[in-house]
T-cell receptor, first 109, second 117 residues
Framework: GIQVEQSPPDLILQEGANSTLRCNFS?????LQWFHQNPWGQLINLFYIPSGTKQNGRLSATTVATERYSLLYISSSQTTDSGVYFCAAKRGSNYKLTFGKGTLLTVNP | GAVVSQHPSWVICKSGTSVKIECRSL??????MFWYRQFPKQSLMLMAT?????????EQGVEKDKFLINHASLTLSTLTVTSAHPEDSSFYIC?????????????FGEGSRLTVL
């Protein structure tokens, strides 16, 4: 199956800093999603982005499908941004969504 | 976005009993739902794919007799952990994609934390 690798595994920031999280995947995909898992465990959909660039407030994401990577940008980070960020990818409609191991982000006040 | 709801959020049970977790798509129809399991500080692992009106497809290593999945309607799938043991304690999360969506964007429930004593 497809392999999904995320980096860095851990990231500690001061409030107000910017950060970039990376997701590499091993095959072509028709689904690439970024999630934020909050302290209660719920997965919040951030972006559905199999290709291209999207922005939502302080967050943006870019997927370069031909080079098999996606980036999640967090600007002006806030303490509420803390949590685990997961990237997940799927090759096609008959394949399963495979998760990376996540990036644990800690934003300190 | 589409809303998926799970119930219960927390459940504590005694060893040997069975526990049922419900997953509902509130504002869309979901032909397919997925059940994931997550251990502390680890990623999500797919347990099974649940298709409305047919038998679930289980991932390798997942005991189908222990984790019974029923998908009786386009908005409801249930996971029953039978004869639960402490090693079944985990965080279970369901997800669903909107019926007919091309890329199959998945939306996740709040998760259910199971503790088996």
């Amino acid at each position: 199956g497809i392999q999904v690798e995320q980096s860095p595994p851990d990231l500690i920031l001061q409030e107000g800093a910017n950060s970039t999280l990376r997701c590499n995947f091993s095959d072509s995909v028709n689904n690439l999603q970024w999630f934020h898992q909050n302290p209660w465990g719920q997965l919040i959909n951030l972006f559905y982005i199999p290709s291209g660039t999207k922005q939502n407030g302080r967050l943006s994401a870019t997927t370069v499908a031909t080079e098999r990577y996606s980036l999640l940008y967090i600007s002006s980070s806030q303490t509420t941004d803390s949590g685990v960020y997961f990237c997940a990818a799927k090759r096609g409609s008959n394949y399963k969504l495979t998760f990376g191991k996540g990036t644990l982000l800690t934003v300190n006040p | 976005g589409a809303v998926v709801s799970q119930h219960p959020s927390w459940v504590i049970c005694k060893s040997g009993t069975s526990v049922k977790i419900e997953c509902r798509s509130l504002d869309f129809q979901a032909t397919t739902m997925f059940w994931y399991r997550q251990f502390p500080k680890q990623s999500l692992m797919l347990m099974a794919t649940s298709n409305e009106g047919s038998k679930a497809t289980y991932e390798q290593g997942v005991e189908k007799d222990k984790f019974l999945i029923n998908h009786a309607s386009l908005t409801l799938s249930t996971l029953t952990v039978t004869s639960a043991h402490p090693e079944d304690s985990s965080f279970y999360i369901c997800s669903a994609s909107v019926r007919g969506s091309v890329g199959g964007e998945l939306f996740f429930g709040e998760g259910s934390r199971l503790t088996v004593l």
